[in-house]
């Protein structure tokens, strides 16, 4: 027998990288993974209880009143795929299903489960190509992880395990945190802590008197719930300031506004330089809605040069009127919500609860005005409070295993997970934990604006980009 015979040489193994979560960001970062080739390019998991991929919270909606609330041709996935999803409408018969989606002028504005249809559509043409690299979906949810080495090991709620080289945390956003004085009713039949739990409407009766908390954009959501289901309930929505998120209007102008050459250094100052260039905006033929647009897509570098107090100083005083200026509802919602204000089916104000008891039907709410307080009686309460991010790194149990373990820690101003520019998460000390990345709104303590879809998917391909150039073949 030749002893010297050469050794056998065997493929490198691909690395593998498990992303945590398959909505909008978890479906964003496979799709830039999927466009590498060759025997270097990651097998991929995505961990996500769902069936369908890419949907998530926001594109899961079976409402057909909650839709996007931005026009379809400004929807991508891709920077180089301008005009993707509006063209995707057309063929996929989408437009045909649903006449209310186009308005007079031109603009759709499609259901959102639509658009949650078209991403897992184009995930699954990338997972199809030929030479793509190996891809799974795990319908499960991810309970527990650790690090082994240099690898992660990731237990399933089905009981089974999985091993990675990489990681990326791209989890849905977390249900809404319950006020501390709703607490003590929040047991109670008819408390509805969470506003996505399917059948809100039908689990309440047609006389019942509505309360909801919160004033933006899922509260409108609700409220166009009722009215598409015939319903005339009396509805309250009370948040501290009573705003409420503006009504998308056609614009002709471009974005307006120039906020990071020279970017403010303190919340007050970026407030002034804001309403200086809204004054400056109808002289240019612009308008509010073009500045919010500039200030979208300059908001990176806005967030970037506050410094840590100026940033927590703005969350707490200005975020308010951003969200409800930013985050503006499709027309169509727009018109519902009108129509229910006027006929006087829906109220907002300006209060807070200060006492809720619910010994029996119905709830006695102590609501506090600015310089009265009253008692209202309510058969419903819907907590529109918004994602409890805050508290994400604890109630996640993935999350709070990591936590635990010293490989994440939460941001300093509760909105997530800590990262550095890199989007790689920072461990208890500070410091990148090797191969572990953050991947959607969970990261915006560090990037500033990452709530919208452009935002989303450019943040997903620095992801899927610094993933690439860290993972080591063969190991």
Known sequence: MDMNLPAPRFPPRRPRVAIIGGGVSGASVALNLLDLRGDSAPEITIIEPRARLGAGLAYSATDPVH?????????????????????????SGAIAADPDAELPDGRRYPQRRVFGQYVSHRLAQSINAPGAAPFTHLQATATHVRAE???????????????????????SHPPPGIPATLRAVAGAPKFFADP??????????PTD?????????????????????????????????????????????????????????????????????????????????????SLRNQGGAIWGALPEPERSRFLRHLRPYWDVHRYQLAPQLGEVT?????????????????????????FHITLRHRDTTRTEAFDAIINCTGPNHADITKTNPAL?????????????????????????????????????????????????????LPQVTLHAALVAHNLAERLVVGV
Request: aromatic share 4%.
């Open 209 to 293: 008197r509505i309360l909801i908390i919160g004033t933006a954009l899922s509260t409108a959501d609700i409220a166009g719930s009722f009215a598409a289901a015939g319903r005339t309930n009396p509805i309250l929505a009370i948040s501290r300031r009573g705003l409420t998120s503006r009504e998308r209007r056609p614009t002709q102008s471009g974005p307006f506004g120039d906020f990071s050459t020279n970017p403010s250094r303190t919340a007050i100052t970026l407030l002034q330089s804001v309403r200086a260039v809204l004054r400056e905006a109808p002289q240019h033929f612009s308008c509010w809605e073009a500045v919010i647009e």
């Open 400 to 452: 709070a295993s990591l936590t635990s373990a010293g490989l994440i820690r939460p941001d300093p101003h509760h909105l997530g997970i800590d990262t550095n520019l890199a989007a790689n998460a920072l461990n208890a000390a500070g410091l990148p934990t090797p191969n572990l990345y953050v991947a959607g709104p969970l990261a915006r303590a560090t990037f500033g604006e990452l709530m919208g």
């Open 67 to 91: 839709r996007v609330n931005v026009p379809a041709s400004r929807m991508t996935l891709h920077p180089a795929e301008p005009g993707a999803f509006h063209a995707w409408l057309e063929s």
């Open 338 to 362: 009108r129509r229910q204000t006027k006929s006087g089916q829906l109220r907002i104000e300006a209060a807070r609860v200060t006492a809720a008891i619910h010994h029996a039907n119905p």
């Open 196 to 205: 996505w739990v399917p059948n809100i409407v039908q689990q309440t009766a």
């Open 149 to 171: 080495g240099a690898r992660y090991l990731i237990t399933l709620s089905t009981g089974a395990e999985l091993t990675a080289d990489a990681l990326v945390l791209a989890v």
